[in-house]
């Protein structure tokens, strides 16, 4: 990794009852193109060090990107006079039991390296993207863009841990605008930077993108002659790609055990579940099951340990429509008295470690797409996110997409354009009446979950199939 924490460790004149160390080495690179012309060519490199330090029942953090002794030295001096000022105000004693400290590694499996392409064949790929998205005079911008990240961690101990870990992500992002007087219409791959995942240039097939760049250029004119989406109660399918911000807005955040704690109430928001849900509240119908599980190489968010020294696994949250446990960390759980997962985590060396979501998957059933669309008399069926909002309290929501279709005695008919839905959290979970097989599962991710103070971006995945509800309030842009 370049840096030897370990020999930083024992230099240290360790202050406190604990003393953990975690060095973040990243690098990344973006590269995008607009209308044909390459517009970002950009090179990132980011490192240092976190010290926290726990001393009279609290913990203390302290960054410095100064890797001498005596600079982290420095920093553990720091972090152990905060862990010292917060003792008298702690709402909670912490001991050495909210960490673990295990020995292990984690590498992200790699299907190609990065360098299987050179940057000039990416540019050219992107210039190519945008190339095939201008598939009329009607498409008016067009945006493609590639995104890679390197990051090496390093996470030691006082009590004996040391976790290595290596994470590659590898995001891409194209889509056209189209516009016809004053009707102007977007469609991306998925939505915005939905093709994110963990790995290397395998994700990245020229073919198969140029292909796709086609298609979304072709939907993006076919939404200028699209009808309005209607405003009615209907069954509602949702894609994959719009189940992830279904899934991540009002069941990730709302289960976020810190949330619950009122850590996050003055800018994040709070969650209308509480602690004594957990066990027995039923959060959606008996098809609802949703695993966290940071153990699936492809997904974004995959990882052998938290920030915490907790080894991932994969756990239900939510089994048969019955809440079972939050996401909370060692720190929460301790707090709380609620079950949690292995989910510390923390954006860069710069910022401590909180209660974040990682891999959080709806589970398939056993219908086929075919299966539900013929079983639906009227519906609409919604493709990628577009838009959206939900309260504080993770409750009430409205949500838009950039494509759908009707759906009229059991056939997928003409495109609607300006599609939404609204809803509550519970209603529209319990209102969950089929569940798509595996062959209708999609994986996805987002790289920019925003949450604490400072804010942290974090990088989370999310695999859905197909799924159906019933008796959900849709509407186009002039619709109530």
């Given amino acids: 990794m370049g840096f030897d924490l370990t020999a930083a460790l024992n230099y240290l004149d360790s202050p406190g009852d604990w003393l953990g160390l975690r060095y973040i080495n990243e690098r990344s690179t973006t590269r995008m193109a607009r209308n044909g012309q390459p517009e970002m060519n950009q090179r990132s490199h980011s490192q240092g060090v976190m010290v926290e330090v726990l001393a009279q029942g ?11 002794p005596e600079g982290i030295q420095a ?10 000022a917060a003792a008298p105000w702690q709402s909670h004693h912490f001991t050495a039991t909210a960490r673990r400290n295990p020995k292990g590694q984690y590498h992200t499996p790699l299907g190609r390296t990065l360098d299987a392409l050179s940057p000039g064949e990416i540019n050219d790929l992107l210039i190519q993207l945008c190339d095939r998205l201008k598939v009329s005079e009607s498409i008016v911008q067009t945006r493609a863009l590639i995104q890679t990240v390197e990051t090496d961690s390093h996470w030691v101990s006082s009590a004996g841990g040391d976790i290595q870990q ?19 219409q977007h469609r ?15 994700f990245i097939h020229p073919e198969n993108i140029l292909h796709r760049a086609m298609e979304v250029g072709q939907q993006a004119v076919e939404l200028l002659q699209a009808q309005e989406c209607p405003t009615m109660a209907t069954t509602l399918v949702l894609a994959p790609d719009q189940m992830m911000l279904q899934i991540h807005e009002s069941i990730g955040h709302p289960l976020e055990l810190d949330r619950i704690l009122g850590d996050e109430r003055n800018y994040a928001g709070s969650s209308f579940i509480k602690l004594e849900d957990f066990g027995k509240k039923i959060y959606g119908s008996p098809l609802l099951n949703v695993t966290f599980d940071p153990t699936i ?52 060396w710069n910022r401590p470690p909180i209660d974040r979501m990682a891999n959080l998957n709806l589970e398939p059933g056993d219908r086929s797409f075919a299966e539900i669309i013929s079983g639906i008399e009227q519906g609409v069926y919604m493709e990628s996110n577009r838009s959206w909002s939900i309260d504080d309290y993770r409750l009430k929501f409205q949500f838009g997409c950039e494509y759908a279709r009707r759906i009229e005695n059991g056939q997928l008919t003409h495109p609607l354009r300006n599609p939404n839905y609204r809803g509550t959290t519970p209603t529209f979970w319990q209102n969950l009446i089929a569940v798509g097989d595996r062959q209708t599962m999609g994986i996805f991710g987002t790289p920019f979950c925003g ?27 002039e619709g109530d």
């Fill in 297 to 348: 190489p492809q997904e974004l968010a995959s990882y052998g340990y938290d920030d915490a020294g907790l080894e991932a696994e994969r756990t239900y949250l939510i089994q048969e429509g019955k809440l079972l446990r939050g996401l909370g960390s060692l720190e929460s759980q301790l707090r709380s008295g609620v079950e949690g997962v292995a989910n510390f985590r923390a954006s860069s």
């Fill in 188 to 202: 991306s791959d998925h939505g915005l930077l939905a093709r994110s995942y963990q790995g290397g240039l395998e």
């Fill in 166 to 184: 290596t994470l590659v992500q590898v995001m891409s992002d194209y889509g056209a605008t189209s516009q016809d007087g004053d009707i102007v």
């Fill in 451 to 477: 949450k604490g103070e400072p804010n942290q971006a974090i990088r989370v995945g999310h695999a859905s199939p197909v799924c159906a509800f019933a008796d959900i309030h849709v509407f186009g842009s």
């Fill in 75 to 84: 920093a553990a001096n720091r972090a152990y006079s905060q862990a010292i």
């Fill in 58 to 68: 609290q913990f203390g953090y302290a960054a410095t990107h100064c890797l001498t």
